[in-house]
């Protein structure tokens, strides 16, 4: 049975940084593209980044290139997102979810080409 578990949310000002941490089992965690997606209050949920199964590569969407950097341990079966120089509008509730599809060569961003999903955390960025 898969199991995702995020942890790390809270409440930051301005300009602070969070870390996220997502903890996996119940899967073949390093054939998997890993992704994070957020969901903010009235809106749909939104593709954050992701991190390649095989080697690691990272994309992230533009809002937060540059200030979101995701990682994995695949021998702990964990994927971080440092988050840094928080914004209000980052505000969210934040999902790892695991690829659906293992070994995937392509870029993984839709909500449907991920088929796991955590409980979610809370960010909160007070201005």
């Known amino acids: 049975q898969v199991h995702l578990v995020e942890s790390g949310g809270g409440l930051v000002h301005t300009g602070g940084s969070l870390r996220l941490s997502c903890a996996a089992s119940?899967?073949?965690?390093?054939?998997?593209?890993m992704g994070w997606f957020r969901q903010a209050p009235g809106k749909d949920r939104e593709f954050v980044g992701g991190?390649?199964?095989?080697?690691?590569?990272?994309y992230y969407v533009d809002s937060v290139q540059g200030r979101f950097t995701i990682s994995r341990d695949n021998g702990k079966n964990t994927v971080l997102l440092q988050m840094n120089s928080l914004k209000p509008e980052d505000t969210a509730v934040y999902f790892c979810?695991?690829?659906?599809?293992?070994?995937?060569?392509?870029?993984?961003?839709?909500?449907?080409?991920?088929?796991?999903w955590g409980q979610g955390t809370q960010v909160t960025v007070s201005s």
């Open positions: 979810a695991a690829d659906r599809q293992p070994y995937r060569l392509e870029l993984a961003r839709l909500s449907t080409d991920f088929g796991s």
């Open positions: 119940g899967f073949s965690f390093s054939s998997h593209t």
């Open positions: 991190i390649m199964w095989h080697n690691g590569r990272t």
